[in-house]
């Protein structure tokens, strides 16, 4: 087995234990840190493809993870400051607590 199909494995198992914790999770936290591994799986994708590709002199799959990177660490600390924000008004971070919320 050749080490792209490996990291590729990696990566779809990493994305469906993220997409598996999203979709299954009630607390708001939990579903962040799934987001999260979706995109670290993203990640590993981009890095797979760069370093076992073509040979490519401009370094795109490093510079894609760099922003990914970026990305992911402005979605925790947005979504953190929202959950602490429903937290002080629901007393709760449950996500069906946050539904009483859009009116």
Same mark, same amino acid.
């Given at each position: ?17 993220? $997409? %598996? ?9 939990? +579903?962040?840190?799934? *987001?999260? &591994? /979706? ?26 993870? $760099? %922003? ?9 600390? +947005?979504?953190?400051? *929202?959950? &602490? /924000? ?18």
């Amino acid at each position: 087995m050749n080490p792209l199909a490996v990291l590729l494995t990696l990566s779809s198992v990493l994305f469906a234990l993220g $997409l %598996f914790a999203v979709l299954t999770r009630r607390n708001t936290i939990l +579903v962040l840190v799934g *987001i999260e &591994l /979706m995109l670290n799986a993203a990640n590993l994708n981009f890095i797979g493809f760069w370093r076992y590709g073509p040979p490519d002199p401009q370094l795109t799959g490093p510079m894609f993870v $760099l %922003f990914g990177i970026a990305i992911a660490a402005a979605e925790a600390a +947005v979504g953190l400051a *929202i959950i &602490l /924000m429903v937290f002080r008004h629901t007393r709760s971070t449950d996500l069906n607590a946050s539904n009483s919320l859009h009116g």
